[in-house]
Protein backbone atom coordinates (compact mmCIF):
# COMPACT_ATOMS: atom_id res chain seq x y z
CA UNK A 1 0.00 0.00 0.00
CA UNK A 2 1.21 3.47 -1.02
CA UNK A 3 3.00 5.08 2.15
CA UNK A 4 2.85 2.69 4.47
CA UNK A 5 6.48 1.61 4.50
CA UNK A 6 7.79 -0.30 7.53
CA UNK A 7 7.15 2.56 10.05
CA UNK A 8 5.31 0.32 11.69
CA UNK A 9 2.52 1.95 14.06
CA UNK A 10 2.49 -0.03 17.53
CA UNK A 11 -1.12 -2.08 16.47
CA UNK A 12 -1.71 -3.07 20.21
CA UNK A 13 -1.18 -1.76 23.48
CA UNK A 14 0.35 -6.02 24.22
CA UNK A 15 4.08 -5.09 24.45
CA UNK A 16 4.19 -1.33 24.34
CA UNK A 17 5.08 -0.94 28.14
CA UNK A 18 6.09 -2.30 31.26
CA UNK A 19 2.39 -1.93 32.84
CA UNK A 20 1.23 -5.30 31.99
CA UNK A 21 -1.32 -6.01 34.22
CA UNK A 22 -3.48 -3.45 32.27
CA UNK A 23 -2.15 -4.32 28.89
CA UNK A 24 -3.35 -7.88 29.60
CA UNK A 25 -6.70 -6.05 29.41
CA UNK A 26 -6.08 -5.69 25.72
CA UNK A 27 -8.69 -7.27 23.82
CA UNK A 28 -7.65 -10.12 20.83
CA UNK A 29 -10.84 -9.46 19.28
CA UNK A 30 -9.44 -7.51 16.07
CA UNK A 31 -11.88 -3.93 15.87
CA UNK A 32 -10.67 -2.28 12.62
CA UNK A 33 -13.62 -1.24 11.15
CA UNK A 34 -16.82 -0.80 13.23
CA UNK A 35 -20.19 0.28 11.26
CA UNK A 36 -22.83 2.42 12.25
CA UNK A 37 -26.03 0.92 11.35
CA UNK A 38 -29.47 2.91 12.70
CA UNK A 39 -31.12 0.56 14.93
CA UNK A 40 -34.62 0.69 13.28
CA UNK A 41 -33.41 0.36 9.52
CA UNK A 42 -33.43 -3.64 8.79
CA UNK A 43 -32.33 -2.94 5.06
CA UNK A 44 -29.22 -1.71 6.57
CA UNK A 45 -28.86 -4.29 9.39
CA UNK A 46 -29.38 -7.30 7.01
CA UNK A 47 -27.18 -5.46 4.63
CA UNK A 48 -24.47 -5.57 7.18
CA UNK A 49 -24.83 -8.97 8.37
CA UNK A 50 -23.87 -10.08 4.81
CA UNK A 51 -20.50 -7.71 4.96
CA UNK A 52 -17.32 -9.11 5.86
CA UNK A 53 -16.34 -6.56 9.08
CA UNK A 54 -15.05 -7.01 12.19
CA UNK A 55 -17.68 -5.33 14.38
CA UNK A 56 -21.02 -3.29 13.59
CA UNK A 57 -23.21 -1.05 16.05
CA UNK A 58 -26.60 -0.93 16.28
CA UNK A 59 -27.51 2.72 17.03
CA UNK A 60 -30.02 4.16 19.30
CA UNK A 61 -28.09 6.88 19.83
CA UNK A 62 -27.41 10.34 16.97
CA UNK A 63 -27.76 7.96 13.94
CA UNK A 64 -31.49 7.49 15.00
CA UNK A 65 -34.05 10.90 14.91
CA UNK A 66 -36.23 11.55 17.77
CA UNK A 67 -39.00 9.80 16.70
CA UNK A 68 -37.82 7.02 15.89
CA UNK A 69 -35.90 6.42 19.15
CA UNK A 70 -38.64 3.99 19.87
CA UNK A 71 -38.29 2.17 17.13
CA UNK A 72 -34.91 1.66 17.18
CA UNK A 73 -35.06 0.33 20.49
CA UNK A 74 -37.82 -2.26 20.06
CA UNK A 75 -36.08 -3.72 16.68
CA UNK A 76 -32.26 -4.16 18.17
CA UNK A 77 -33.58 -7.08 20.01
CA UNK A 78 -35.48 -8.75 17.12
CA UNK A 79 -32.69 -7.72 14.90
CA UNK A 80 -30.52 -9.59 17.41
CA UNK A 81 -32.86 -12.75 17.63
CA UNK A 82 -33.20 -13.09 13.87
CA UNK A 83 -30.25 -12.63 12.28
CA UNK A 84 -26.86 -14.00 11.81
CA UNK A 85 -24.05 -11.57 12.04
CA UNK A 86 -21.48 -13.94 11.64
CA UNK A 87 -18.40 -13.72 13.39
CA UNK A 88 -18.97 -9.60 13.48
CA UNK A 89 -18.76 -7.97 17.25
CA UNK A 90 -22.52 -6.41 17.64
CA UNK A 91 -22.64 -3.94 19.94
CA UNK A 92 -25.86 -1.76 20.64
CA UNK A 93 -25.42 2.45 21.27
CA UNK A 94 -27.36 3.52 23.92
CA UNK A 95 -28.87 7.07 24.16
CA UNK A 96 -26.34 9.13 27.00
CA UNK A 97 -27.12 10.30 30.51
CA UNK A 98 -27.71 13.69 30.09
CA UNK A 99 -30.71 12.86 27.53
CA UNK A 100 -32.97 11.13 29.54
CA UNK A 101 -33.60 8.21 27.35
CA UNK A 102 -30.84 5.61 28.70
CA UNK A 103 -33.21 4.21 31.03
CA UNK A 104 -35.73 3.37 28.34
CA UNK A 105 -32.98 2.09 26.12
CA UNK A 106 -31.52 -0.28 28.65
CA UNK A 107 -35.42 -1.96 29.58
CA UNK A 108 -35.80 -2.43 26.05
CA UNK A 109 -32.50 -3.70 24.97
CA UNK A 110 -31.11 -5.11 28.13
CA UNK A 111 -33.56 -7.26 29.48
CA UNK A 112 -34.09 -9.15 26.10
CA UNK A 113 -32.77 -12.70 26.12
CA UNK A 114 -30.98 -11.79 22.71
CA UNK A 115 -28.17 -9.38 24.53
CA UNK A 116 -25.19 -7.59 22.11
CA UNK A 117 -21.57 -8.56 22.59
CA UNK A 118 -21.26 -5.03 23.92
CA UNK A 119 -22.45 -2.01 24.27
CA UNK A 120 -21.41 2.13 23.60
CA UNK A 121 -21.82 4.77 25.88
CA UNK A 122 -21.75 8.21 24.20
CA UNK A 123 -20.84 11.25 25.65
CA UNK A 124 -19.57 10.21 28.63
CA UNK A 125 -17.68 13.17 31.01
CA UNK A 126 -16.20 10.82 34.05
CA UNK A 127 -16.06 7.42 35.33
CA UNK A 128 -18.88 8.36 37.63
CA UNK A 129 -21.08 8.43 34.02
CA UNK A 130 -20.20 4.96 33.58
CA UNK A 131 -20.73 3.64 37.48
CA UNK A 132 -24.18 5.24 36.57
CA UNK A 133 -25.04 3.48 33.68
CA UNK A 134 -23.27 -0.30 34.67
CA UNK A 135 -25.87 0.06 37.85
CA UNK A 136 -29.10 0.94 36.12
CA UNK A 137 -27.43 -2.36 33.21
CA UNK A 138 -27.60 -4.25 36.34
CA UNK A 139 -30.81 -3.42 37.89
CA UNK A 140 -32.98 -3.85 34.82
CA UNK A 141 -31.00 -6.06 32.61
CA UNK A 142 -30.85 -9.34 32.20
CA UNK A 143 -26.91 -9.57 32.16
CA UNK A 144 -26.82 -12.66 35.03
CA UNK A 145 -27.35 -14.72 31.52
CA UNK A 146 -24.17 -13.92 30.28
CA UNK A 147 -21.26 -16.26 30.74
CA UNK A 148 -18.87 -13.41 30.46
CA UNK A 149 -18.32 -9.88 31.22
CA UNK A 150 -20.19 -7.53 28.57
CA UNK A 151 -17.75 -5.39 26.28
CA UNK A 152 -18.15 -1.78 26.88
CA UNK A 153 -16.57 0.69 24.43
CA UNK A 154 -16.31 4.45 25.86
CA UNK A 155 -17.09 7.65 23.37
CA UNK A 156 -14.87 10.22 23.48
CA UNK A 157 -16.66 13.11 22.32
CA UNK A 158 -16.90 15.81 25.27
CA UNK A 159 -13.77 18.21 26.55
CA UNK A 160 -14.26 17.04 30.13
CA UNK A 161 -13.94 13.67 29.37
CA UNK A 162 -10.50 14.08 27.78
CA UNK A 163 -9.65 16.01 31.19
CA UNK A 164 -10.99 13.02 32.86
CA UNK A 165 -9.60 10.19 30.42
CA UNK A 166 -7.05 8.81 33.21
CA UNK A 167 -9.91 8.09 35.77
CA UNK A 168 -12.09 7.09 33.03
CA UNK A 169 -10.05 4.23 31.62
CA UNK A 170 -9.15 2.97 35.26
CA UNK A 171 -12.73 2.17 35.63
CA UNK A 172 -12.92 -1.57 36.67
CA UNK A 173 -15.60 -3.97 36.91
CA UNK A 174 -16.85 -7.71 37.25
CA UNK A 175 -19.73 -7.45 35.00
CA UNK A 176 -18.30 -4.97 32.26
CA UNK A 177 -15.09 -5.49 30.62
CA UNK A 178 -14.09 -1.85 29.42
CA UNK A 179 -12.14 -2.52 25.96
CA UNK A 180 -12.42 0.37 24.03
CA UNK A 181 -12.11 4.36 23.75
CA UNK A 182 -14.19 5.62 20.40
CA UNK A 183 -12.86 9.23 19.43
CA UNK A 184 -15.94 11.26 18.55
CA UNK A 185 -14.62 13.70 16.58
CA UNK A 186 -18.31 15.44 15.16
CA UNK A 187 -18.97 15.95 18.81
CA UNK A 188 -16.03 17.01 20.09
CA UNK A 189 -15.49 19.60 17.10
CA UNK A 190 -19.04 21.04 18.09
CA UNK A 191 -17.95 21.46 21.78
CA UNK A 192 -15.00 23.25 21.71
CA UNK A 193 -16.21 25.21 18.73
CA UNK A 194 -14.00 24.11 16.14
CA UNK A 195 -14.27 23.16 12.30
CA UNK A 196 -13.17 19.96 10.76
CA UNK A 197 -10.74 20.93 7.84
CA UNK A 198 -9.48 18.81 5.40
CA UNK A 199 -6.15 17.03 7.46
CA UNK A 200 -7.52 17.03 10.55
CA UNK A 201 -5.21 19.24 12.27
CA UNK A 202 -7.54 20.38 14.84
CA UNK A 203 -7.88 16.55 15.73
CA UNK A 204 -3.86 16.08 16.36
CA UNK A 205 -4.14 16.36 20.18
CA UNK A 206 -7.32 15.04 20.94
CA UNK A 207 -6.36 11.81 19.06
CA UNK A 208 -3.23 11.65 20.60
CA UNK A 209 -4.58 11.84 23.71
CA UNK A 210 -7.38 9.03 23.07
CA UNK A 211 -4.23 7.05 21.65
CA UNK A 212 -2.12 7.56 24.83
CA UNK A 213 -4.59 6.57 27.60
CA UNK A 214 -6.38 3.90 25.74
CA UNK A 215 -2.51 2.26 25.05
CA UNK A 216 -1.40 3.44 28.82
CA UNK A 217 -4.62 0.94 30.17
CA UNK A 218 -4.56 -1.75 27.59
CA UNK A 219 -7.48 -0.92 25.54
CA UNK A 220 -8.43 -0.46 21.88
CA UNK A 221 -8.47 3.34 20.41
CA UNK A 222 -10.72 3.71 17.71
CA UNK A 223 -10.42 6.62 15.74
CA UNK A 224 -12.93 9.50 13.88
CA UNK A 225 -15.55 8.72 10.96
CA UNK A 226 -14.57 10.24 7.73
CA UNK A 227 -17.75 12.11 7.09
CA UNK A 228 -17.45 12.50 2.79
CA UNK A 229 -18.09 8.73 2.84
CA UNK A 230 -17.90 9.12 -1.15
CA UNK A 231 -14.37 10.31 -1.27
CA UNK A 232 -12.60 6.99 -1.26
CA UNK A 233 -8.81 8.78 -1.78
CA UNK A 234 -9.31 10.76 2.01
CA UNK A 235 -10.63 8.33 3.79
CA UNK A 236 -7.97 6.46 2.93
CA UNK A 237 -5.13 8.99 3.93
CA UNK A 238 -6.35 9.22 7.44
CA UNK A 239 -7.22 5.79 8.18
CA UNK A 240 -3.47 4.80 7.47
CA UNK A 241 -2.57 8.22 9.35
CA UNK A 242 -4.59 6.68 11.89
CA UNK A 243 -3.08 3.27 12.10
CA UNK A 244 0.44 4.63 12.06
CA UNK A 245 -0.39 7.17 14.97
CA UNK A 246 -1.20 4.17 16.78
CA UNK A 247 -5.18 4.09 16.96
CA UNK A 248 -6.50 0.38 16.32
CA UNK A 249 -9.32 0.95 14.14
CA UNK A 250 -11.92 3.18 12.68
CA UNK A 251 -15.27 4.06 12.87
CA UNK A 252 -17.24 3.72 9.49
CA UNK A 253 -20.55 4.86 8.61
CA UNK A 254 -21.24 3.43 5.13
CA UNK A 255 -20.43 -0.10 3.48
CA UNK A 256 -18.00 1.50 0.86
CA UNK A 257 -15.68 3.00 3.19
CA UNK A 258 -15.13 -0.96 5.22
CA UNK A 259 -12.18 -2.25 3.03
CA UNK A 260 -9.82 0.44 2.80
CA UNK A 261 -10.14 0.57 6.42
CA UNK A 262 -9.86 -2.29 7.57
CA UNK A 263 -7.01 -3.30 4.97
CA UNK A 264 -5.40 0.53 6.43
CA UNK A 265 -5.60 -1.20 9.77
CA UNK A 266 -4.02 -4.84 8.96
CA UNK A 267 -0.40 -5.20 8.22
CA UNK A 268 1.17 -5.75 4.97
CA UNK A 269 2.90 -8.37 3.55
CA UNK A 270 5.67 -6.69 3.71
CA UNK A 271 5.40 -5.80 7.11
CA UNK A 272 4.78 -9.35 8.07
CA UNK A 273 7.90 -10.73 6.13
CA UNK A 274 9.46 -7.80 7.85
CA UNK A 275 8.69 -8.88 11.82
CA UNK A 276 9.37 -12.56 11.03
CA UNK A 277 12.57 -11.88 9.94
CA UNK A 278 13.50 -9.55 12.39
CA UNK A 279 12.19 -12.04 15.30
CA UNK A 280 14.44 -14.58 13.75
CA UNK A 281 17.72 -12.33 13.83
CA UNK A 282 16.54 -11.12 16.75
CA UNK A 283 16.73 -14.49 18.99
CA UNK A 284 20.03 -15.53 16.62
CA UNK A 285 21.50 -12.53 18.16
CA UNK A 286 20.20 -12.62 21.59
CA UNK A 287 22.11 -16.50 21.89
CA UNK A 288 25.45 -14.33 20.37
CA UNK A 289 25.15 -12.13 23.15
CA UNK A 290 23.96 -8.86 20.66
CA UNK A 291 21.21 -6.52 22.50
CA UNK A 292 21.65 -4.41 19.54
CA UNK A 293 22.22 -5.32 15.87
CA UNK A 294 21.83 -4.01 12.04
CA UNK A 295 19.33 -5.84 10.32
CA UNK A 296 18.53 -4.38 6.35
CA UNK A 297 20.39 -1.49 7.36
CA UNK A 298 18.86 -0.30 10.36
CA UNK A 299 20.20 -0.69 14.02
CA UNK A 300 17.70 -3.07 15.60
CA UNK A 301 16.63 -3.51 19.50
CA UNK A 302 14.62 -4.89 22.11
CA UNK A 303 11.62 -1.97 20.85
CA UNK A 304 11.60 -2.87 16.96
CA UNK A 305 11.13 -6.80 18.35
CA UNK A 306 8.32 -5.55 20.37
CA UNK A 307 6.96 -3.81 17.33
CA UNK A 308 7.36 -6.68 15.04
CA UNK A 309 5.71 -8.65 18.19
CA UNK A 310 2.85 -6.08 17.90
CA UNK A 311 2.17 -7.00 13.88
CA UNK A 312 2.46 -10.52 14.67
CA UNK A 313 0.14 -10.32 16.93
CA UNK A 314 -2.58 -8.54 15.17
CA UNK A 315 -2.37 -11.14 12.28
CA UNK A 316 -2.92 -13.79 14.04
CA UNK A 317 -5.50 -12.10 15.38
CA UNK A 318 -7.23 -11.34 12.64
CA UNK A 319 -6.59 -14.79 11.11
CA UNK A 320 -8.10 -16.22 14.19
CA UNK A 321 -11.14 -14.36 13.87
CA UNK A 322 -12.05 -15.17 10.44
CA UNK A 323 -11.01 -18.83 10.42
CA UNK A 324 -13.87 -19.15 13.12
CA UNK A 325 -16.60 -17.31 11.01
C1 LIG B 1 -24.53 8.07 4.95
C2 LIG B 1 -25.83 7.41 4.58
C3 LIG B 1 -27.01 8.27 5.02
C4 LIG B 1 -25.87 7.23 3.06
O1 LIG B 1 -27.04 6.50 2.78
P1 LIG B 1 -27.44 6.08 1.33
O2 LIG B 1 -28.72 5.34 1.43
O3 LIG B 1 -27.40 7.27 0.42
O4 LIG B 1 -26.28 5.10 0.89
P2 LIG B 1 -26.18 4.22 -0.41
O5 LIG B 1 -24.86 4.49 -1.02
O6 LIG B 1 -27.36 4.39 -1.32
O7 LIG B 1 -26.21 2.74 0.19
C5 LIG B 1 -25.76 1.64 -0.58
C6 LIG B 1 -26.16 0.38 0.10
O8 LIG B 1 -25.52 0.30 1.37
C7 LIG B 1 -26.47 0.22 2.41
N1 LIG B 1 -25.98 1.02 3.53
C8 LIG B 1 -25.66 2.33 3.55
N2 LIG B 1 -25.23 2.68 4.77
C9 LIG B 1 -25.27 1.57 5.53
C10 LIG B 1 -24.93 1.30 6.87
N3 LIG B 1 -24.48 2.27 7.68
N4 LIG B 1 -25.06 0.04 7.32
C11 LIG B 1 -25.51 -0.95 6.52
N5 LIG B 1 -25.85 -0.75 5.23
C12 LIG B 1 -25.73 0.49 4.75
C13 LIG B 1 -27.75 0.82 1.82
O9 LIG B 1 -28.86 0.33 2.52
C14 LIG B 1 -27.65 0.31 0.41
O10 LIG B 1 -27.97 -1.07 0.41
P3 LIG B 1 -29.03 -1.65 -0.63
O11 LIG B 1 -28.35 -1.54 -1.96
O12 LIG B 1 -29.26 -3.06 -0.18
O13 LIG B 1 -30.23 -0.76 -0.53
C15 LIG B 1 -25.93 6.00 5.21
O14 LIG B 1 -24.80 5.30 4.78
C16 LIG B 1 -26.08 5.98 6.69
O15 LIG B 1 -27.18 6.19 7.21
N6 LIG B 1 -25.00 5.67 7.42
C17 LIG B 1 -25.02 5.64 8.88
C18 LIG B 1 -24.97 7.05 9.44
C19 LIG B 1 -24.90 7.02 10.93
O16 LIG B 1 -25.23 6.05 11.57
N7 LIG B 1 -24.45 8.12 11.56
C20 LIG B 1 -24.27 8.16 13.00
C21 LIG B 1 -22.98 7.54 13.43
S1 LIG B 1 -21.61 8.67 13.34
C22 LIG B 1 -21.80 9.63 14.75
O17 LIG B 1 -22.72 9.49 15.49
C23 LIG B 1 -20.78 10.69 15.03
C24 LIG B 1 -19.93 10.39 16.26
C25 LIG B 1 -19.04 9.20 16.03
O18 LIG B 1 -20.73 10.14 17.39
C26 LIG B 1 -19.11 11.65 16.52
O19 LIG B 1 -18.09 11.84 15.83
O20 LIG B 1 -19.48 12.44 17.42
MG1 LIG C 1 -21.05 11.62 18.75
Same mark, same amino acid.
Given at each position: ?????????????????????????????????????? %?? *? +??? =???? /??? #?????? !?????????????????????????????????????????????????????????????????????????????????????????????????????????????????????????????? %?? *? +??? =???? /??? #?????? !???????????????????????????????????????????????????????????????????????????????????????????????????????????????????????????
Amino acid at each position: MPGRGLQVACWRGFHCSHTMKYHQRAAATPRRAIMYVP %GY *D +DRK =ANKA /ATL #TIDSIV !LDCEDGVAINKKEEARVNIPKLLARTDFGSKDRFIRVNSRDTGLTEDDVSSILASNNLPDGLLLPKVNSVDDINWFCDLAARNGNLKSLNRPMILGVMVETAIAMLNLKEITSFKSNTFDLQCLIF %GA *D +DFL =AEIG /ASK #TENAME !LMYARQHVILHAKAFGLQAIDMVYNNYKDLIGLQRQAIEGAKMGFTGKQVIHPGQIDIVQESFSPSKEQIEWAKALSIAFEDHQQQGKGAFIFRGQMIDKPLLLQANNILSLINNVNGSHTSS
